[in-house]
């Protein structure tokens, strides 16, 4: 249980398109889910967190107008990288977190997808 | 804001251990998470950690004093699989966001 998917694993796009980047949870409903980007070789950096039906908080430094978030339902959650240009070349990452989840998970954990590569030309 | 600090690198032997130290300075705490990175990959859970002591899970053990703001994430009987990164991430408060640190490669060699 407790699965979560991306997509796409992998997008190649001109600079200033815009990008969605899709976060899925499979097998629960997630009422919360964060964002994140990583630079090679350096760690993550939480963009923002979206609780479902409400928008999204983002963290100081990040464009809320570039980085466009919707959690419109309990398992979807959508990046959007608008005018897209190659600094935001980068691994983004979905993390869900939320309930109907069975086993052990008692301690509020994230679970994370495979990540989306972003390279923009 | 939050200090979270781990070495960069450490490297060893298959079949040895290794010792990945965490130390953290945060207003709150409600848990301390390690998670593994394979490259290109997204970070999978290895351990949680909110009360003080050893919490043991096969190979991978991990430790932590909130008095010292400090955890250790240990890796036994090295594999060469092991080979990632490992992320140290903290929660200030319950139901919040993480905090990670910028990782420790291990490099295991044969």
């Known amino acids: 249980g407790a699965v979560v998917s991306q997509h796409p694993s992998r997008v190649i796009c001109k600079s200033g398109t815009s990008v969605k980047i899709e976060c899925r949870s499979l097998d629960f409903q997630a ?5 994140y980007r990583q630079f090679p070789k ?26 466009l978030i919707n959690h419109a339902s309990l398992t979807l959650s959508t990046l959007t990288v608008t005018s897209a240009h190659p600094e935001d070349s980068s691994f983004y ?8 989840l069975a086993g052990g998970y008692s301690y509020n954990e994230q679970f994370f997808g495979p990540g989306t ?5 | 804001g939050q200090n979270i600090d781990q070495p960069t690198e450490m490297t060893a032997t298959e079949g040895a251990i290794v010792q990945i130290n965490c130390t953290y300075q945060t207003s709150g705490f409600n848990g301390l998470f390690w998670y593994q990175q394979h490259a290109g990959e997204a970070p999978t859970f290895l351990s949680y950690n909110v009360l003080d002591g050893l919490e043991e899970k096969g190979r991978f053990s991990s430790f932590l004093s909130r008095s ?5 994430l240990l890796l036994k ?3 060469m699989k092991d080979s990632a990164s490992y992320l140290c991430a903290v929660r200030e408060r319950s139901w919040g966001k993480l905090q990670f640190g910028a990782g420790t490669q291990v490099v295991v060699t044969p």
């Open chain 1, 93 to 100: 990452i979905c993390s869900a977190r939320g309930t109907g």
């Open chain 2, 68 to 72: 010292k703001g400090y955890s250790y």
């Open chain 1, 117 to 121: 590569r972003l390279t923009v030309l």
């Open chain 1, 42 to 67: 350096q760690s993550l950096m939480l963009m923002a967190t979206s609780n479902e039906g409400s928008k999204a908080t983002y963290e100081q430094g990040v464009e809320k107008d570039k980085f």
């Open chain 1, 31 to 35: 009422t919360t889910m964060f964002w």
């Open chain 2, 77 to 79: 009987e090295l594999q």
